[in-house]
Nanobody, 128 residues
Framework: QVQLVESGGGLVQPGGSLRLSCAAS????????MYWLRQRPGKPLEYVSA????????YHRDSVKGRFTTSRRNAESTLLLQMNDLKVEDTARYYC?????????????????????WGQGTQVTVSP
């Protein structure tokens, strides 16, 4: 069956780094745009990044630009999120998700139902 399994979350101090991974199985990973989403405490789900099929173009929300890098390894069906210079406001549960094509309007509002598949998430806590 389809699975997206995130890993790599944890507790880190402000200014620190984490690398999240998402292992995909049960579907043709290379046919899907991949996304990172997050839900901060008391906030709705929000888009973090998107990456195209080949992995040569990635988009990031403004608040993480220059600090987060999204990449994918199609041969390994793996999605990555390198997070540097983490801030307290990056504290959230991070999810990976798959969709056919590049979704429009998700920078404003997004829901898990916008995506074909999604994982259970991994918690990232940034605290002094």
């Amino acid at each position: 069956q389809v699975q997206l399994v995130e890993s790599g979350g944890g507790l880190v101090q402000p200014g620190g780094s984490l690398r999240l991974s998402c292992a995909a199985s049960g579907f043709n990973f290379g046919d899907f745009w991949m996304y990172w989403l997050r839900q901060r405490p008391g906030k709705p789900l929000e888009y973090v990044s998107a990456i195209n099929l080949r992995g040569n173009v990635a988009y990031h929300r403004d608040s993480v630009k220059g600090r987060f890098t999204t990449s994918r390894r199609n041969a390994e069906s793996t999605l990555l999120l390198q997070m540097n210079d983490l801030k307290v406001e990056d504290t959230a549960r991070y999810y990976c998700a798959a969709a056919i094509g590049r979704l429009q309007g998700i920078a404003t509002e997004t829901h898990l139902s916008d995506y074909r598949y999604w994982g259970q998430g991994t918690q990232v806590t940034v605290s002094p």
